[in-house]
Structure formats: structure tokens, C-alpha cells
């Protein structure tokens, strides 16, 4: 659906860590001006009203969802662009788990591929692996952890599609691979990793500015050997990602890392896979079975295999399990990622930046979602009564 060249999105609008009522004026795709306590006789004919106004939120960790899996399949990440701003997403990194060296190539044309695709933006790829710890590898292929080489590493710096990538400090080259990272402009990412305190903080100084799923897949917090989960909690470079289902981590970790790192160093992280938003059953990570019970997603040996979460949810119980205000809690789903990935004109609601928007109602469920100056999804009337 089309609107007119110029509307306003009208509601209580996300500014730097407050709700503010305002108006955002959207012109050619960019949000033009943002008005505070705007007259009606001052906007524009069309509007859009929302109880909240919230910069569309952003995923780095998406493995999947509705029903498929992020992979060589050029269709399924066009699924998901278009069934991702019904959970308020407008922006995500499709994410792969590690993978043998000759799907990578197949991944990066099925990427270019779904370029095309409408609905949420496709920002670039997250390669969670292959240089992990073989000790922390959660749900990923063993083989394909060991099998990782310095000619892999090579060839997936050189895609330039790729934005993200999760790996151990610890591993031989581990620190020059984060410094390589660095140099080509791609986030490092610190993650499944049986890194030593002091081991993580020596990935941080490389270059390494996130945590990935802080305590999932990493050495665990002992008082006397803090670990990468003590680590990532004290060292303020490090933004750590935070996957809020109450499964992953018991919502008291939430709390503690609320306190700890404060909503300017926590980016939500979904790490959906192909059943979120689906009923339980069996679906695929990474080409490997899970079963999911609508609660949790496994492999059949009982390993926890991405979550069933989405955003707005995610967004819901950390405002429910923590002490983060609700204005909070929407930063660290838009501007904390958008900072992360060095993005300045996503994640804000500021004169200049694109007019990617998500409209709450009181409860923060989805009501609508804008993607560049158009709405991509719109919640029914009937569905606003008693969800």
C-alpha cells in the first residue's frame, strides 16, 4: 500500500529515552521533520495515529522463521523480508549458523538474489561461525567448526555482503581475524567462546565491539574466574546481544544485565528460527532437524536451537522482567542495534533518517509498520479487540 508523497505519524514518539506526543512528517521515503505536541491545523491531511511511535526495530540474529530456514534459498529470505514487519521489524541480518565451506558461496548468491525482496530491509548477513570453541558450539555442526580454515576465513571477509560475524577470541588467529574484521568495516561479534576473562578483554582491544546471546554458547561467571559472561558485563566497549524469551536466559540474568550494561549497551536479539511464528513441530536450522514445542526450539537431543521469539515480544517481557521503562527497552531494539552497525539514518526518529517506523498500540503489540515512507503491514481491525 502506497500513501500520499506526505504524511504524519502521530503518537507518543521514541526521542533519545523518553515517549514524547509528537508527529513525524514523512516526505519521499525519509521522516523531513519531527514536531513536538504538533497543532492538528499544522500536519499534513493524511495521518497515522498510534498510542506509540517507536523507529523500526532492528534484528542482527535472525536463523529463520514462518516456516523457513535461512540458507541457499533466495525464496526464503524473501519470505521472511515480507513477514517480518508483522513483529514490528523493519531491518534484520539474515544469520547463518556454521556451515560447510561450499554452502557459503550458494548463501551469498541466494543474499544477492533476494534483493528484491519487499517488506524489511536485508542489511547484510550475520555468519555466526565457523570459528567457534568446539566446547561451546550449541547447536552448530562439530564438523563444520573444526573444518574452519584460514582460506575460509579469506574468502568470507572478501563477500561484502556480510556485516556481522560471531567468533571465539580464543582460537588460533582469533585475535588477528577480529583485527581483519575490523579493518573491512564487519562487526565482530564474540560468541560461543570458552574464552578466559582475560582472553575476551584481549578480543575487545582487537577490535570486538559485541557479545553474541550473552550466556548462551560462552564460558560461564565463576566470582573467582568471571569468564566471557563476567567480562562482556563489566568491559563498557562490548554491546552485548540478549535473547529475552525467558528460556535462554531465567528472566533474573535479564534483570542482572539490565543493571549491568544499561540500555545504551544491549541490543535485543531474536535468534528466530524457521518456527517462530508458526505451531509446534519440526522444522530445520541450518539444514538440521528441530522440534518445538511453541515454547522453545531443540535439536533432538535436547540443545536449545534458536528461539521461537519475536521482537515485539522480546521488547514486552524485558519492560515485564526488568526494571527498563518501555522507552528503554525500544532503544535497545532500534538505536543500539542501528549504532552497532554504524547505521545512523535507522534506528532514530530525527529529521533526515528513513522513515522506517513501528506504531504500538497501549500494550506494545504491532498495529502497523512502515518501511521507507510505506506501510508494509497493518494489523486488522478484528485482531485489535482481544489479543
Given at each position: 500500500e502506497m500513501r500520499g508523497e506526505t504524511f504524519a505519524v502521530v503518537g507518543a514518539l521514541l526521542l533519545g529515552n523518553s515517549l514524547v506526543p509528537g508527529a513525524a512528517i514523512v516526505r519521499d521515503g525519509r521522516i523531513a521533520e519531527v514536531l513536538r505536541d504538533p497543532r492538528p491545523e499544522?500536519?499534513?491531511?493524511?495521518?497515522?495515529?498510534?498510542?506509540?511511535?517507536?523507529?523500526?526495530?532492528?534484528?542482527?540474529?535472525?536463523?529463520?522463521?514462518?516456516?523457513?530456514?535461512?540458507?541457499?534459498?533466495?525464496?526464503a529470505l524473501r519470505q521472511l523480508a515480507a513477514h517480518l514487519p508483522e513483529t514490528g521489524v523493519t531491518a534484520f541480518l539474515p544469520t547463518i549458523i556454521s556451515s560447510p565451506a561450499e554452502h557459503y558461496p550458494r548463501v551469498f548468491a541466494a543474499f544477492a538474489a533476494a534483493q528484491d525482496a519487499s517488506g524489511a530491509r536485508m542489511l547484510g548477513l550475520h555468519l555466526e561461525g565457523p570459528f567457534l570453541a568446539p566446547a561451546r558450539k550449541g547447536a552448530?555442526?562439530?564438523?563444520?567448526?573444526?573444518?574452519?580454515?584460514?582460506?575460509?576465513?579469506?574468502?568470507?571477509?572478501?563477500?561484502?555482503?556480510?556485516?556481522?560475524?560471531?567468533?571465539?577470541?580464543?582460537?588460533?588467529?582469533?585475535?588477528?581475524?577480529?583485527?581483519?574484521?575490523?579493518?573491512?568495516?564487519?562487526?565482530?561479534?564474540?560468541?560461543?567462546?570458552?574464552?578466559?576473562l582475560e582472553t575476551f578483554v584481549a578480543g575487545v582491544d582487537a577490535g570486538a565491539a559485541m557479545a553474541t546471546?550473552?550466556?548462551?554458547?560462552?564460558?560461564?561467571?565463576?566470582?573467582?574466574?568471571?569468564?566471557?559472561?563476567?567480562?562482556?558485563?563489566?568491559?563498557?566497549?562490548?554491546?552485548?546481544?540478549?535473547?529475552?524469551?525467558?528460556?535462554?536466559?531465567?528472566?533474573?540474568?535479564?534483570?542482572?544485565?539490565?543493571?549491568?550494561?544499561?540500555?545504551?549497551?544491549?541490543?535485543?536479539?531474536?535468534?528466530?528460527?524457521?518456527?517462530?511464528?508458526?505451531?509446534?513441530?519440526?522444522?530445520?536450522?541450518?539444514?538440521?532437524?528441530?522440534?518445538?514445542d511453541g515454547v522453545a526450539a531443540r535439536l533432538p537431543n535436547g540443545t536449545l536451537a534458536g528461539a521461537v521469539l519475536t521482537m515485539d515480544a522480546a521488547i514486552r517481557n524485558i519492560i515485564r522482567w526488568t526494571e527498563a521503562t518501555p522507552a528503554e527497552a525500544l532503544r535497545m531494539a532500534t538505536e543500539i542495534p542501528a549504532r552497532l552497525l554504524g547505521m545512523s539514518d535507522l534506528g532514530r526518529i530525527a529529521a533526515g533518517a528513513e522513515a522506517d517506523l513501528t506504531l504500538f498500540d497501549r500494550e506494545l503489540r504491532v498495529v502497523a509498520t512502515i518501511v521507507g515512507g510505506r506501510v508494509v503491514y497493518q494489523r486488522k481491525e478484528e485482531e485489535r479487540g482481544g489479543r
Open positions: 499544522s500536519l499534513p491531511s493524511d495521518v497515522l495515529k498510534a498510542e506509540i511511535v517507536s523507529p523500526g526495530l532492528i534484528d542482527l540474529q535472525v536463523n529463520g522463521g514462518f516456516g523457513v530456514d535461512v540458507g541457499e534459498d533466495p525464496e552448530h555442526p562439530l564438523a563444520c567448526i573444526e573444518a574452519a580454515s584460514d582460506d575460509l576465513f579469506a574468502t568470507l571477509i572478501a563477500e561484502p555482503s556480510v556485516r556481522l560475524m560471531t567468533l571465539a577470541p580464543e582460537r588460533p588467529g582469533g585475535l588477528e581475524r577480529i583485527r581483519q574484521l575490523r579493518e573491512r568495516g564487519i562487526l565482530a561479534s564474540l560468541g560461543h567462546t570458552d574464552a578466559d546471546h550473552l550466556y548462551n554458547a560462552m564460558s560461564p561467571f565463576g566470582h573467582r574466574a568471571p569468564g566471557a559472561i563476567g567480562a562482556a558485563l563489566v568491559d563498557d566497549r562490548i554491546t552485548i546481544g540478549l535473547i529475552a524469551d525467558g528460556v535462554h536466559s531465567h528472566p533474573a540474568s535479564l534483570q542482572l544485565a539490565v543493571r549491568a550494561k544499561g540500555p545504551e549497551r544491549i541490543a535485543l536479539v531474536t535468534d528466530m528460527m524457521a518456527a517462530a511464528g508458526m505451531p509446534p513441530g519440526r522444522y530445520t536450522l541450518g539444514g538440521q532437524e528441530v522440534i518445538t
